[in-house]
């Protein structure tokens, strides 16, 4: 996917988004998970890789628990920018609704036996549709796996691999959401019902 795509789907004179552009990052591969409340409420997964975020839409969220194979629809590449952004995306635009950062840090891309790999190898497993990477978030910590659905199409899993941050409890990214997060969802809610 390109960013070009990215660029087409949204009209810079009316969101507060960043345009997009390839760039390099500072060092260390990132990652950020970002609490979308749009038409339908979802967390953004997104990887740095080869200078912008591969991204994928969550629709229950991430879990630590390796028992939850979370659903992970990927969707268009976005620019390293977009690993800040935070805001509403005004009504009338693409994605349009509140944007939170849930979680953020680095990742290191390993192999099978869990040992660091190049990104171009990363690269390489990511097109084969199974990738395996540690996360060093504040709430996502430990090793994980995205593997594509072996039909045609975008869906992928994500999946917590069981190690020592891995937990046996019931998982919802709601739970670790903000406050502000949170009012915004209950506010919407209200609105809705009140039309």
Known sequence: MSLDIYNKKRNFKD???????????AGGLIFVVQRHDASHLHYDFRL????????????????????????AVMVE???????????DIPEGNYGAGHVDIWDNGSYEPVDEKGEPMPENSFAKGLRAGSVKFVLKGKKL???????KFKEEGNNWLLIKHRDEYASEET??????????????TKAKSKQTKSR
């Open 171 to 184: 998982y919802s990214s709601e739970d670790f959401a903000k406050k502000s997060s949170l009012n915004y």
């Open 15 to 25: 969101t507060p988004e960043p345009k997009a552009k390839k760039s390099i990052g």
């Open 77 to 87: 590449d976005h620019p390293l920018g977009y690993a800040d952004f935070e805001g």
């Open 48 to 71: 740095e890789l080869n200078g912008v975020l591969k991204s994928w839409a969550i629709p229950k969220g991430p879990s630590m628990n390796p028992n939850d194979k979370r659903l």
């Open 141 to 147: 910590k430990g090793a994980f796996a995205l593997v």
